[in-house]
């Protein structure tokens, strides 16, 4: 279960690093963020990543 975590770390590490290159476009790295954070929560989510928790802080 903890690679699956980890592996979700990397996605989302390498997602914004595309972004910040400039090699995506903010929706498509939106998109892969979420798919990302998916990754780490259905992982238990053991790093705390407080960034974007405005829509769905309840859970």
């Known amino acids: 279960m903890r690679t699956f975590v980890r592996t979700g770390d990397q996605l ?3 997602t914004a690093k595309l972004f ?3 090699v ?3 929706p498509q790295a939106y998109r892969l963020m979420r798919i ?3 990754f780490t929560e259905a992982g238990l ?3 705390p990543r407080r960034r ?3 829509s769905h802080s309840g859970r």
């Open 52 to 54: 974007q928790n405005r």
């Open 12 to 14: 989302l590490r390498v």
């Open 45 to 47: 989510a053991i790093s």
């Open 20 to 22: 910040f290159l400039g």
């Open 24 to 26: 995506l476009s903010k």
């Open 36 to 38: 990302a954070g998916r």
